[in-house]
Nanobody, 121 residues
């Protein structure tokens, strides 16, 4: 199982960025995939999840971020808009997160290595 994030970078407040997570080694359609972030000096924060046709978002990104996936390339995306400095973090792609652990110690069965997003003027 492999998850590889890309698309991070430096963006100004109010700007947009699209993250990609290329996956391999498992049947893509059988698993939920999430985006999770970790801001400097803080713990993991679950951001969004796609599971079958269901899309879920944390309150902090609802209305600004949009998760999608391409089954033909086994890739999941996170379109981020109206970015804020508080969105600065390492963004991880994760498979099979246990949503009952979102507010405690988040548990997912596989993780990517992450991509840095910095929102700053």
């Amino acid at each position: 199982v492999q998850l590889a994030e890309s698309g991070g970078g430096l963006v100004q407040p109010g700007g947009s960025l699209r993250l990609s997570c290329a996956t391999s080694g498992f049947y893509f359609s059988s698993y939920s995939l999430s985006w999770v972030r970790q801001a400097p000096g803080k713990g993991l924060e679950w951001v969004s999840r796609i599971s079958n046709d269901d899309l879920d978002y944390s309150e902090s990104v609802l209305g600004r971020f949009f998760i999608s996936r391409d089954k033909t390339t086994s890739t999941v995306y996170l379109q981020m808009s109206r970015l804020k400095p508080s969105d600065t973090a390492i963004y991880y792609c994760a498979r099979g997160c246990d949503m009952s652990t979102v507010k405690s110690q988040l548990k997912c069965d596989y993780w990517g290595r992450g991509t840095q997003v910095t929102v700053s003027s």
